[in-house]
């Protein structure tokens, strides 16, 4: 019935003539002739070209609650790692940081060594930090030794030497006061906050004594000040710290002692040597503490040994000897 398709003028027969051709001949002639023949989806096509439609956006993908990832999500990895988004978090599973593996394998010797050491090397820091402190008074000596006048040199420069001791002393006890001699393990930057605060405090204490001599001189009523460092000095703190020792009070003999050394000491100096003292039992008295902190420990382990049935020579003779 494809004359109908003549007729009414609408079907494919009329609108591509090649259709019933063999495919390979109809691709000869689109090639060959001369004649251009346009089928119906070469029609198609230019009218799509010739009126594009309106392109509509592709839909979003859906982001399930399962998909979204967040930070808090991706394993914690120790700062070690070069790759702080958890990458190779399986790999820094069972690290551990060596300062913990040492203190893990120390035997109870070496921990014991370990917290008198501190305490030795608290007191030479003091030391150190009271030098950084005097660096000027110490290069007026320098100076005066080098190019002084002939009469500093004669009396070997006594007035500058004075005036470092007198500094050396003073943040010593100052270093103390203010808490520079505590055991217990502390950031850095805390213990640039104590010395940075005792060099304030012996700046402050050079002007009142300048402020007394110049109303002195003056006939001037002295100025009166508070007291330099308080009885209980406030020791900066961390949230990282762990609470420290409870005060402990000194005995009968240990205050009679801290009498008399006060006694031999200038008024100006009395304070803060006694706030020293006090700072310096303090430290002490929490060295005491951490060793019998060890102590116990060795005493439950000999106990869970003694348990176990492997109770050894040592620790029975630990427990008659009573440590």
């Known amino acids: 019935m494809g004359w109908f398709d003549g007729w009414f003028g609408g079907s494919n027969a009329a609108s591509d003539p090649l259709r019933s051709l063999d495919p390979k001949l109809r691709d000869f002639l689109s090639k060959e002739s001369p004649v251009k023949y346009a089928t119906a989806s070469d029609e198609e096509h230019q009218y799509q070209q010739a009126h594009p439609q309106p392109e509509t956006p592709a839909p979003e993908p859906v982001v399930t609650p399962v998909a979204r990832e967040t930070d808090s999500d991706a394993p914690a990895v120790p700062p070690q790692s070069l790759y702080q988004d958890g990458r190779y978090a399986h790999l820094w599973k069972h690290y551990k940081p060596l300062a913990s593996v040492e203190a893990e394998t120390k035997s109870d010797h070496e921990k014991l060594m370990d917290v008198l050491e501190g305490y030795k090397e608290r007191k030479a820091q003091i030391g150190k930090a009271a030098l950084e402190n005097c660096a000027d008074e110490q290069m007026d000596w320098n100076a005066c030794m080098?190019?002084?006048?002939?009469?500093?040199?004669?009396?070997?420069?006594?007035?500058?030497?004075?005036?470092?001791?007198?500094?050396?002393?003073?943040?010593?006890?100052?270093?103390?006061?203010?808490?520079?001699?505590?055991?217990?393990?502390?950031?850095?930057?805390?213990?640039?906050?104590?010395?940075?605060?005792?060099?304030?405090?012996?700046?402050?204490?050079?002007?009142?004594?300048?402020?007394?001599?110049?109303?002195?001189?003056?006939?001037?009523?002295?100025?009166?000040?508070?007291?330099?460092?308080?009885?209980?000095?406030?020791?900066?703190?961390?949230?990282?710290?762990?609470?420290?020792?409870?005060?402990?009070?000194?005995?009968?003999?240990?205050?009679?002692?801290?009498?008399?050394?006060?006694?031999?000491?200038?008024?100006?100096?009395?304070?803060?040597?006694?706030?020293?003292?006090?700072?310096?039992?303090?430290?002490?008295?929490?060295m005491a503490v951490k060793i019998q902190t060890i102590w116990q420990g060795q005493a439950k382990e000999r106990e869970a040994r003694k348990a176990e049935g492997k109770e050894t020579i040592i620790d029975r003779i630990k427990n008659v000897v009573g440590k």
């Open 146 to 286: 080098k190019s002084g006048d002939w009469t500093a040199r004669m009396t070997m420069c006594r007035k500058e030497v004075q005036k470092f001791e007198r500094c050396y002393n003073t943040q010593s006890r100052l270093l103390k006061a203010l808490g520079y001699l505590s055991s217990y393990d502390r950031p850095p930057a805390v213990d640039e906050q104590i010395q940075m605060r005792a060099d304030e405090l012996y700046h402050t204490m050079l002007d009142q004594e300048a402020a007394a001599d110049k109303a002195k001189a003056e006939g001037l009523e002295l100025p009166k000040f508070g007291p330099l460092i308080p009885k209980a000095a406030a020791v900066p703190t961390d949230p990282s710290i762990p609470a420290a020792v409870a005060p402990a009070e000194p005995g009968p003999n240990t205050e009679a002692a801290w009498r008399r050394k006060l006694e031999e000491l200038p008024e100006q100096d009395r304070a803060a040597e006694e706030v020293a003292l006090r700072a310096e039992y303090q430290a002490k008295a929490e």
